[in-house]
Each structure stands twice: as C-alpha cells, then as structure tokens.
C-alpha cells in the first residue's frame, strides 16, 4: 500500500486480516495520533460491498458510545475504501478468555458484561441490529478493563431491508454466536437477536470456554446446536452454587431461550438486569421486560419435530430455507453426523498427518530461523474430506484429494498454524502447530536499520594481543569484516569470500565474478554483498550455497538494506535499486539527475531510504516507489553514509558535518572539521565520534551542537574507513596501520603496521567486534583477531556485622598479567576499578597482590587519604587494627562505609569472594 494514505496517515504496520482487506495502524499527520484504517476491496458483489462498509461509517458516526470504537473519517482511494477509526490499546475477549483464562475476578467480568450490554443497548435504540456479536469483536482495554466493539460490517437497520436479509444463499454472522432466527428464515428477526447472542458470549465468557457453548466442530453441526441443543445452567457448567453465579444463571438462561418471545426483550433490559442484580425471594430473575405472552418451551423434541417439517417443505417458487440445506445435509450422511459421533476425533488424526516440512510432523513447539519467512506445507489426508478451514479461507474439498499443500507466510516471533478438516462423517481434526520465527539483525553496520555504528561495550579491552591471523594468499582484504552467530565474514581484492570461525578455522569460501570491497548486510542468516563487476549476491551464512544473485552492471560495495522482502542497493554510478529478493527483479530504479556517483550505504528512516551523492545532494526516497520525498544540497565529497536517529540525519561532507530535519531536508546545524572525511562515525550517548583523513578525531556533542573533543592519533596514516570504539578507546584501520587511541590519555597505541599497497581509499576495510574481539581486515593479506590482554575480575562483600549488616558492596576490577614476573609477593595497579555501594557508583584507583603469580588481595586506595583498605577475607587485619584507626571510603564526600569508628554512625565488616571472568 501507499505510505501516506489521503494524504494525511501515514502508514506504521499491518495490525490485521479482515475478509475484505487488511487493518493497518497508521499515524494521523494532522494531530501526531495513532489510529487505524480498515481497508475495503470491493471484489464480487462490489455495490453491496461498497454499501455495507458505507453504512459501517454511517451507524459509526451516528452512535456515540464510550464503550463503542469511534469513527473518524471516510474516503476513498485507487479503487479502494477505508474507515479511519481511533486505536484502542488492549486484548480481545477471544484473546483473554484463551490465552489468560480467570486472571480477572468475577466483579470484573460482570462489569465488563454490563458494559457490552450497554453498547449494544445503544445500538438496537437506534434502530440498529448487530448481527455478528462475539468475543473477536469485542476489546477489552489494557488497563481500566473497558470494553470497546469493534465491527459493524454487517450490522443493519432495522426496516424493511430486514425482511431481505435471509433471501440470500449466505449466512450472516458467526455460527456458534448466531441466534435461532438467523439460521431459521421463517422467525422474525428482531432486537432480541443480538440478545441471543450476547447470551451465548457471555456464556462463554463467564464459564471461561474455549468456544460458545454451541461449538459443534463445523458449520453444520454448530447451527444444529443453536436450533436443538438446551444449554445446562451456567451454575452446572461451573460446578458451584455461588450466589452471583446463581444470578448470571439465570440471566443467560433467559438470553438464550430459543423462542424471541420468551427470550429477554432488549440488551437494554439485559443491562439492568445484571445492573441491578434483581433477585427475587424465591430466587428467580425477574423477566424485565420480556413479552407476557406464555411460555413455550423450546426442547429437543420441538426442534427434531420443527426439523422433520421443513425437510417435507418444498417450493417451485421459493428457495429451500437453510434448515432445508440441513436436513439435505443431514439425509446425505448415512448415519447423521447430529444424532451420533461415531468416529472418535483420533481416528482422524491418525491418517491426517504431515509430510512436510520435517520439523512440523510432530506437534512440538519450535522455534525455526527462516531465511524467506514462508513454508511449504504438504499434509497427507485420508478420502473424505470434505471442507478446510484455514486462518484465511474455507476451501471446498474433493473428497478423493489424499494430499493438501498450501505456502504458509511466518511472520517475526510467535506463529500459530490452524487448520481443520470436515470429513463426510461429520468427524473433524483439527491440526495446530505452533511455531517461533526468530528474528536476525540486520548488520553491525545498520543495527536494527537505524544506526551507522554504535560503540560496543562500556569497559575497556586495551591492552591488545594478537590472537590469530587468517592468509588470504596475499590478496588485500578489502571487505569490512562482519562477524555473527560465531562466524566471521570477509573478502578480498581477487574476488573470494570468506568464512571462518573465531579460532580463524576456515569454514567455507566462496569465489566471486571479480573483486569484493566495502561492506555488506547479514539478513535472515543469509549475507548479501557485491563487486566491482556489479554482481549482487547472497549466500547462506553456514554453508557458503549462493541463494540470490542478481547483475547491477555497475561496481556495488556499499551495504544493502533490506525489508518485507525488498533488497534496496545503490551502485558506485548513479543508481539505486529496489529488487525482489524470490525473483531478484527489479522493483524500481532511481537514476541521478546528472549522473552523480553513491560512494555510501544508505540508511532507512521509516518508509523511506536515505542517501547521499559525492557531488553533496542528499535524498529520501520512497521505499515502495522509489520517487523523491525531497532533496536538500550540502557541501561536495560526500563519502560518509547517513546517521539517521529519530527524526534527524547526521552527515558529513568535505570538512563539515551537518545535521538535517529528516523529514524535509531542512538544514538544522553543521560545524566545521579539521580535514576532509572517508568514513562513517560512531553513535555514543549522544554523540557523534568520527575520524577525518589525516586522523584527527572530532567527538561532536549533538546536544550542544559544537565539537567537544580533539584528538590527534600520531603517525597513522592516512584515515578511509570507519573506527569502532570499545570502552574509552578508538580503534582505527589506516592505510598501513591498526591502532588505538584512549580518548582520556589521549595515548595511541600501534598494534601493526603494512605497506601501503593501494591508492584507492575505499579498499582499506573497518574494523570488527563481536564478543570482545576485535577483527581486522588489512592490506597485506591478512584478517586479524585480536583480544585484550586484561584479565577481569568481579568482586563482592557481604557485610555481616556492624549497622551495615546486610547491605552487600560489589565491583570490578581488571589487570594486565604481563606486568607479573610470577615470583614471590607481588603488588601490581589495577588498570580500572569499579564499585557499587547502596546504589552509588564510584571508580578508584588500586593495588593487587599476588604471591607467585597467583591472585590474593585487591587494595583500593582512599579518594581523600592517602593509604590502602585491603577487602580480602576478613579484611586482612586483625581486630586491633580496626580498633585503633578508622577507616573510610569516600563517595561526592559522604562516608558510606566504615569499620568499628567510634564517630561515624556506619560501621560493618564482612567476607568477600572474586570471580573471574
């Protein structure tokens, strides 16, 4: 569908499935608010459904009701209808009764109760029947447990069209909710019909049922059961003789008399009646309102008799009633599927079972990882079937088809596949599986489609050693290296890609039409990348098997973006493009202007894509159309790819970087850099860390709009790629180094160095992390893993004695083990401490003790003094000591701990255990 809908909402998701078109959630432009679009396709009997949904709107807007969703507005577009209705928050009563059945009280039902009684009260006052009340239709709000109905499709006004209502050959409503003179066209449908309904609803809702107590299994049987079938008293059915269930009890009852003349007269009536609780002295619920007519009963033998009447009625003039299609029905079927369940349901089961996919024959639940999101599915079926209900459709079935498939479309998380089949005998089987579709992440590059580059972990990992390093036969590494589920993807210059595994194990490689640069996008375990010859691929990320290939014709080597099964690429020339990931065709391609080059990934904002031209033109396109939402000019050699946060673009261009109203292209603010820029910048608690091309690092505070930090990194080299940061230390890939600068010391540290080997800036790759190790693609052939160095303790004290007993104080602590001859008594700095006290978090400066190489003691120093607290087992001093001195940490210069200080009112001492990590 379209974006932006009337232009006005703009479309957020599909929030839903109806018979005629899909429900989306959309935000109204005009007043910033969510609401909802039911979308109307007029396909067969196009004017009837044109003027159903028409008088939808209508008794919409005519009723007010706070407990009735609210209409607010109509139109229509490219051949389609839509109502625009507010959004209501919650769970349907289908939801709550079956997915969290008795988790509200009693009192909470009946009010729940009242209030849909309420509802439809106002519409059958204003002459409006329902006709398809039921607990799908109805929402119960998140928090103050209000009800709201939704759905008047089929309601209608009651007047002379009623007399029309069942002159078709369809059925209006749903079977199990149905009241009998829906399905029996010789009673007279009146108000009392949608009483009937909520009598059968509320049946349901108060006994906590999975289905109105109607439910036969299938079509034929459930409206048998509406006509014949005495409900047992809702106390029966609950198994208690609770005053207030005593009181329902009778209610439903008199909601659910077959005959509308003994039936309760109105849902307003309704209303009062469990409004007021009227229970009389002798126990009975008083009748309000219905007919004075006496009563007849309506049992099993009226309905057998009623039954065996219409099957001998017959009219040349007429068509035969529904009850006419079921007596045929019932004749038809040997034994009659009413009178006698004589198959039992497993019997089905056992010849009805699934042939594919493997992972589905038993009905376990199983979480699945899905490259396409669709299955398909083949299920073996014994002769007679009948009929198949899916989520979507009933389909009409040859009974001599012993073999169904269909495709099944899985979305993100939990899925649910439910599909029944009627057989002959009346029997059904019902086949469910349930299943969880994991959801992959994009990239490390465009995490969840939003970020450039995020830094990856608050502590610090230098410093560095070298763990391993891969060969690629002295062939340029040249791809930016991604690394995911504990595989590590990269490419080089002759045109192999590769897989290896974090001990640099070679897993699979995969030979290209030419050379590989720049970056690419993992999707659905599957990463897709390009080349210098133009040739878009994807391959499975554990096998390395090609499953999409496409040809661009122009050099590709900038990251995909991928959504609803869309691949968006734009090449090195002057074209983007939007192609089918099943058909790899293309969708659409936008062109420049002047043939302007792309040398960035783009980046999404909502629906739209954003990317910039060298020549500094900048542009949202619309994902679905790939027209112009518009353009705005910045400043030439532009080579950094968009940072799209909120509703702001943060880019850079020549020497400067600019901010942009992602919205419009608006131009918010922009400062100047010291040099020109290569690469793209990393995201950091709001702000915006990048590296021009003679290394100068500039970290942009967004907030203040300015520049807040200059750091030069010495000697490395020109700078074409994107940094990475981890805890306070900038790693950068130059044209002939690997390095690391902290951004408090300021210091660089080199960890190697390369000849320079090419003049083109684009084929030095970005550095990699992924569970604290860092990878490396370089020029001289190689991709190398490096770890820290450090190793990381964790520690705690429980305080057991003092005014602080009980409170516990926690931290961590790291060292570099190199500093450690292994001899003897030890005492080495701890490269960071940190430590949380009643929820006050401070880092200080300490020692470590070691005795032959071997860990003991952790001393922090004072923030005000000048001497060492050691927190090993007992503190490591005898009691005399404590005695004798008092001792103190300091945080903002308040005293939170101390030992046995005769002037402080905290004292405690306890244990403490380490735990390495």
């Known amino acids: 569908m379209v974006s932006l809908l009337n232009n006005r909402y703009q479309f957020q998701k599909t929030i839903g499935q109806g018979g005629m078109g899909k429900v989306y959630l959309v935000e109204d432009t005009f007043s910033g608010e969510l609401v909802v679009v039911k979308e109307c396709i007029p396909k067969e009997n196009a004017q009837n459904v044109i003027e159903r949904i028409k008088r939808e709107y209508q008794f919409m807007k005519k009723i007010q009701h706070p407990n009735l969703v609210s209409a607010l507005d109509f139109f229509q577009q490219q ?139 299938n079509i034929i049987s459930t409206m048998d059961r509406v006509l014949r079938l005495e409900v047992p008293p809702l106390t029966a ?40 609780r009227d229970i009389t002295s002798d126990g009975t619920t008083p009748k309000v309102g219905t007919n004075n007519t006496p009563k007849r009963n309506v049992n099993k033998g009226h309905s057998t008799s009623r039954l065996r009447k219409q099957k001998a009625l017959t009219s040349k003039n007429k068509r035969p009633t529904i009850l006419t299609y079921l007596a045929v029905a019932l004749s038809s079927l040997l034994l ?75 979305h993100y998380g939990k899925n649910t596949i439910d599909i029944t089949f009627l057989h002959n005998s009346g029997q059904y089987y019902k086949l469910q599986r349930k299943l969880t579709r994991t959801q992959e992440k994009n990239t490390i590059l465009f995490r969840e489609n939003v970020q450039r580059l995020a830094k990856t972990q608050p502590d610090t990992i230098t410093p560095l050693k070298l763990q391993w390093k891969f060969s690629t036969q002295d062939s340029p590494v040249t791809f930016s290296p991604l690394a995911f589920k504990h595989h590590i993807f990269f490419g080089d210059r002759s045109g192999i890609f590769y897989c290896v595994d974090k ?67 734009n090449t090195d020339m002057e074209n983007v493009y939007a192609i089918d990931l099943k058909t790899a065709k293309t969708i659409w ?14 980046s999404f904002y909502k629906d739209y894509i954003i990317l910039t031209e060298y020549t500094g033109k900048v542009l949202c396109l619309d994902c679905k159309t790939g027209n112009v939402l518009w353009e705005t000019r910045i400043q030439r050699r532009c080579y950094s790819s968009p940072i799209v946060i909120k509703d702001t673009i943060y880019v850079t261009s020549g020497n400067t970087f600019h901010a942009l109203n992602a919205k419009n292209g608006e131009q918010l603010w922009q400062c100047k850099l010291q040099h020109y820029i290569g690469g793209t910048g990393i995201c950091d608690n709001n702000t915006i860390t990048i590296v021009d091309n003679d290394g100068y690092i500039h970290i942009i505070d967004l907030a203040k709009r300015k520049i807040k930090q200059i750091i030069e990194a010495e000697n490395i080299g020109k700078v074409g790629s994107s940094p990475q940061i981890f805890g306070d230390d900038i ?42 190790t860092i990878y490396v693609g370089s020029t001289d052939g190689y991709l190398y893993a490096y770890q820290t160095k450090l190793v990381h303790y964790d520690f705690k004290v429980n305080i057991v004695s003092g005014s602080l007993q009980g409170n516990t104080y926690q931290g961590s602590f790291s060292y570099n083990p190199e500093k450690l001859r292994g001899k003897g008594k030890e005492e080495i700095e701890a490269t960071t401490t940190k430590f949380t006290f009643l929820d006050q978090v401070s880092i200080k400066t300490g020692n470590i003790t070691f005795e032959n190489g071997i860990f003991k003691d952790l001393h922090l120093q004072d923030s005000t003094k000048n001497h060492s607290y050691g927190i090993n087992d007992g503190f490591g001093r005898d009691p005399k000591y404590f005695r004798r001195y008092s001792e103190q940490f300091i945080i903002n210069g308040k005293s939170f701990f101390a030992y046995l200080n005769p002037q402080s009112m905290l004292d405690g001492a306890g244990t403490v255990t380490y735990t390495r990590k």
Request: glycine share 6%.
């Open 79 to 217: 051949g389609r209808y839509f109502i625009v209705m507010e959004f209501v928050e919650g769970m349907t009563l289908q939801v709550l009764i079956h997915s969290h059945p008795r988790s509200i009280t009693l009192e909470e039902q009946l009010h729940i109760a009242q209030k849909i009684c309420d509802v439809v009260a106002a519409l059958n006052e204003n002459d409006i029947i329902h006709r398809d009340l039921k607990p799908d239709n109805i929402i119960v709000q998140k928090n103050s447990l209000e009800p709201k109905l939704l759905d008047l499709g089929i309601a209608k006004a009651i007047n002379s069209e009623l007399a029309n209502i069942t002159k078709t050959n369809t059925i209006i409503g749903t079977p199990q909710y149905m009241s009998p003179e829906q399905i029996d066209d010789k009673m007279p449908i009146g108000k009392n019909t949608d009483v009937f309904a909520l009598g059968a609803m509320l049946y349901q809702f108060f006994s906590w049922q999975k289905h109105s107590p109607f439910y036969g299994g």
């Open 237 to 276: 059915c609950m198994n208690t003789n609770n005053h207030s269930v005593v009181f329902l009890s009778k209610v439903l009852s008199q909601a659910l008399q077959k005959d509308p003349q003994q039936r309760i007269a109105s849902a307003h009536d309704m209303f009062l009646m469990l409004q007021n």
């Open 336 to 410: 009659g599927i009413f009178s006698s369940n004589f198959f039992r349901q497993s019997s089905l089961e056992n010849n009805i079972r699934v042939i594919s996919p493997a992972f589905l024959q038993n009905n376990l639940s199983k979480t699945v990882s899905l490259s396409t999101g669709v299955i398909s599915l083949a299920i073996s079926l014994p002769p007679g079937i009948v009929e198949i209900h899916t989520h979507e459709k009933r389909i009409p079935w040859n009974q001599r088809k012993t073999q169904f498939t269909q495709e099944v479309l899985l």
């Open 503 to 569: 001990h640099g194990k070679l897993l699979w490689k995969f030979k290209s039409s030419d050379g590989i640069c720049g970056y690419g996008s993992i999707f659905d375990n599957i990463i897709y990348f390009g080349n210098k010859s133009g040739s878009l691929y994807g391959l499975d990320i554990y096998t390395g098997k090609q499953l999409f290939h496409c040809f661009l014709g122009q050099p590709q080597r900038f990251s995909p973006l991928l959504k609803d099964g869309i691949i968006y690429v």
């Open 589 to 602: 391609r936008y062109q420049s202007e002047n043939q302007d080059e792309f040398y960035s990934s783009p």
């Open 731 to 772: 790693f950068i890939s130059s044209e002939t180094s690997f390095c690391s600068v902290n951004m408090n010391t300021q210091k660089t540290t080199l960890y190697h160095k390369v000849k320079k080997t090419t003049k083109n800036y684009f084929e030095y790759s970005s550095p990699a992390f992924y569970e604290k």
